[in-house]
């Protein structure tokens, strides 16, 4: 196994500065949020950085430890859930989170602004929940190395 711990925790870090930023953001209503653009244009980005480091740690994952190659970004959280990184429970509350960034990112249909803060705000605490994973399983790997 040739997992990159710093380059998880590296990217684990990112996540946290982003969420940080959030929770600040968050300290403003949905409407403060949704009818200024620069604080919507802002809510959608971090958004997006905060799910696309979780699919590069997913990717990362994947390819170190050679599980078989997933088909679309979502299915990389399922495959870290088949090697018991993650709860399956979890898994089904945070992939979802890839749809929502497609929509962000490639504009596929048009960004329901109420359903992304509800998200936003309910969801948010997931990923504080996803890096507690990743940490336990890189600690638990840790130890299993040392033996």
């Known amino acids: 196994m040739t997992v990159s711990k710093l380059f998880i925790v590296q990217k684990l870090n990112s996540i946290s500065g982003y969420l940080t930023e959030l929770e600040e953001l968050l300290k403003f209503s949905d409407e ?5 653009s620069g604080k919507m244009h802002i809510a959608e980005r971090l958004f997006q950085l905060i799910v696309d480091a979780s699919i590069d740690i997913n990717n990362h994952f994947i390819r170190e430890l050679k599980l078989k190659i997933e088909e679309d970004l979502q299915s990389t ?9 993650f709860s399956e429970e979890f898994t089904k509350k945070i992939a979802p989170s ?14 329901d ?23 336990e399983y890189l600690d638990k790997s840790e130890e299993l190395n040392k033996n």
Not at 116 to 125: A, C, E, I, S, V
């Open 32 to 36: 403060e949020i949704k009818n200024n």
């Open 77 to 85: 959280f399922y495959a870290l859930s088949n090697i018991k990184i």
């Open 98 to 111: 890839v749809g929502q960034r497609n929509i962000i990112v490639h504009g596929y249909e048009k960004l």
């Open 113 to 135: 602004k109420n359903l992304f803060m509800k998200n936003l705000r309910n969801g948010y605490d997931d990923f504080r929940e996803y890096m507690k994973y990743i940490k």
